[in-house]
Structures are given as structure tokens and as C-alpha cells.
Nanobody, 125 residues
């Protein structure tokens, strides 16, 4: 069983920055597809970014502001969040898939096998 632990969330003013971290216990972390999703109150879970088969994917709503990165030595994936907006307020979840897949699948929450507990990001205006 893979354990995922998110950290780095908090309260920030619009225009500020945060960096989220997701630490994984998996021995085969290097082979996993890793994703970030978010869910605001009353809304469906939304794709944010993913690392899949050696390439990165970012949702149009965050492209140019958020960047996913990976440190295989530390078994950790990061989400650097810049120029934050109130609409970015949500619980952010880290997810892992055992194998690489098509980009379309990596953008769907149903494409992942393991999930972290989430970390709250609140952006005030």
C-alpha cells in the first residue's frame, strides 16, 4: 500500500505564493504517474497538474502560474503555486498511479490508484 502525505497549504493573500509537497512511501516512486487535484466546496474535483511518463501536464486555469516538479531522491512531488487568486481556494490532493498512461487518463481522478488526505489552500482577496 502506498502512503501519500501532502503539506504546505495555508492562508495567503491574492498574488502570493505557496509550494505544496507530496511525500510518497512507494519503492517504485520513479515509475509512478503523480497528479495534483483540487476540490472547492460544492464543486467537483478538478485536475490541476500531473507528471506522467517523463512529461508534465497543467490545467489551462493554472498554466503559467503553477508548476509541478519531482525529486525522485526524496520520493516527493511538488506544486509551486504563484500569483494565487481567490478562485484557487480549495483542498488540494496528491494522487499516484502505478503505471504511466495516456495524458487524457492522467487528467482524470478515476485514473489514479492512491490518494493523500488533502491540504487546505485559502486565498483571500
Amino acid at each position: 500500500q502506498v502512503q501519500l502525505v501532502e503539506s504546505g497549504g495555508g492562508l495567503v493573500q491574492a498574488g502570493g505564493s505557496l509550494r505544496l509537497s507530496c511525500a510518497a512511501s512507494a519503492r517504485s516512486f520513479k515509475k509512478y504517474t503523480m497528479g495534483w487535484f483540487r476540490q472547492a466546496p460544492g464543486k467537483e474535483r478538478e485536475f490541476v497538474a500531473a507528471w506522467n511518463d517523463g512529461s508534465t501536464l497543467h490545467a489551462d486555469s493554472v498554466k503559467g502560474r503553477f508548476t509541478i516538479s519531482r525529486d525522485n531522491t526524496a520520493n516527493t512531488v511538488y506544486l509551486q503555486m504563484n500569483t494565487l487568486k481567490p478562485d484557487d481556494t480549495a483542498v488540494y490532493y496528491c494522487a499516484a498511479r502505478r503505471t504511466a498512461t495516456l495524458s487524457a487518463i492522467a487528467k482524470k481522478s478515476t485514473g489514479y490508484d492512491y490518494w493523500g488526505q488533502g491540504t487546505q489552500v485559502t486565498v483571500s482577496s
